[in-house]
Each structure stands twice: as C-alpha cells, then as structure tokens.
C-alpha cells in the first residue's frame, strides 16, 4: 500500500522558534511536494522537489525552505515561525516516471504558531 | 506559468439532482488535469484524471481544451458525494501540481 507519512498530526509552536516538518513515502517517487491548506484559498504550493536536492519554488516560498538530502524524505522548515504560518501542511509525492503522475498526500500537519 | 480557478467555494444540492464543480486552467502547453476529492477526517486522494476518460463513482469530467475548463459532473448526487473537491493540473514535464481553491460540495437528503 502506498505510503506518505508525515511525522506529526498536530504541532504548536510559539513566535520566531524554528520548526521542522518532515514528510516521508516508500515509494520510490522522484517528486515530494509541500502545500499549506487554507479555507478558501485551497492548496497552495510551497516547494517541490522533482529529484534528490533538486527544489523549485511554488506560489508562496516566502518564510519557508525545504530539504530533500534523500530519495525518500522531504523536509519542510520554517525559519522563523509566525502567527500567519498557523495552517495545515499537506506533504505529497508523486512519480511521472512510473506511472500516470497522481499525487499521494499524507495525512497532514496542523501547525498552531502562538 | 499554471493557474486553477474553481470559482465555486460551496455548493449545495438535493439528493439525486445533477451537479458540476466548474474548473477552468490556465496554461500554455498541453496540461494533464486531474480531480482531487477528500472527505471527512480522510487524505486527500485522486478521484479522476483527464488522460483515463473514465467514470468514478459516477463522476465524469471531459476536458475542453478551447474553454480551457475540466468540469466536473455526475447525473445524481449522493449524500456520500459531500466532501472537498480540488481541480489539480500538472503542466510542467517534471510533474509540478497546481491545485485550486477548492470546492465543498454537500448534498442534502
């Protein structure tokens, strides 16, 4: 069964602390993606990583970076956490080489910044 | 660049009614598009893709390229068809996924 696992369900941070969000998948996909969930703005993307160490912007980078020193792992990290970073983050991975491209996400991170 | 609006935040049918989520994309090669649905309290997953023409759970979408839309349609609700449903498109060949705002769609007994 296909695999994406994110290393926390709920997170509270407090103001300017760095936080780290780790996303793994087992298989063997070449692209992990990083989106945030927001009522009414949908997903947005983060970052995306389509090989080891490879990373390409999305449509909202500012405040974050992103890690991708394995195949397997993709980390989300937020240098300085601030109160409009509360969200949930969504991890996913996807393969155009194997298959057809879906998309699996894990099962979310809901981070609080207080 | 690669754009999604679904221009429909909440939609609200009867049971057994027809309903479409609208999609409309942008972008200037030839995209794949796809529909993302999550339910209450479960991941977000794939419930169609253009590239399979094929029905799920009811649901059809066919892709117009020259209104740039990928509609989403089924012939009669069902209550268990309430959930989020997200039109995603990959356009680059590397695989980039750009999702839309989404859509609640409940459908009331």
């Known amino acids: 069964d296909v695999k994406v696992t994110q290393s926390s369900r709920y997170l509270v941070k407090r103001t300017g602390e760095k936080v780290f969000l780790e996303c793994v998948q087992d298989m063997d996909h070449e692209n992990m993606f990083w989106y945030r969930q927001d009522p009414g703005l949908g997903l947005r993307l983060i970052y995306f990583s389509y090989d080891v160490k490879m990373k390409e912007k999305g449509d909202i980078p500012e405040g974050y970076s992103v890690s991708r020193e394995k195949k397997e792992r993709f980390s989300l990290i937020l240098e300085s956490a601030s109160t409009n970073q509360t969200s949930m983050y969504l991890c996913?991975?996807?393969?155009?080489?194997?298959?057809?491209?879906?998309?699996?996400f894990g099962q979310g991170t809901r981070l609080t910044v207080v | 660049a690669q754009r999604v609006t679904q221009p429909e935040k909440l939609l609200s049918v009867f049971k057994g009614a027809p309903v479409e989520l609208k999609c409309n994309y942008s972008?200037?090669?030839?995209?794949?598009l796809f529909w993302y649905v999550q339910y209450s309290r479960q991941r977000l997953q794939l419930l169609l893709r253009?590239?399979s023409r094929e029905s799920i759970k009811g649901f059809t979408a066919d892709l117009n390229k020259g209104e740039t839309s990928f509609h989403l349609k089924k012939p009669f609700a069902q209550e268990e068809d309430s959930a989020m449903y997200y039109c995603?498109?990959?356009?680059?060949?590397?695989?980039?996924?750009?999702f839309g705002q989404g859509t609640i769609l409940t459908v009331h007994p």
């Open positions: 253009h590239i």
């Open positions: 995603a498109l990959s356009g680059t060949s590397y695989g980039k996924l750009t």
């Open positions: 972008y200037s090669g030839s995209p794949e």
């Open positions: 996913a991975s996807s393969s155009i080489r194997l298959g057809t491209g879906e998309a699996f």
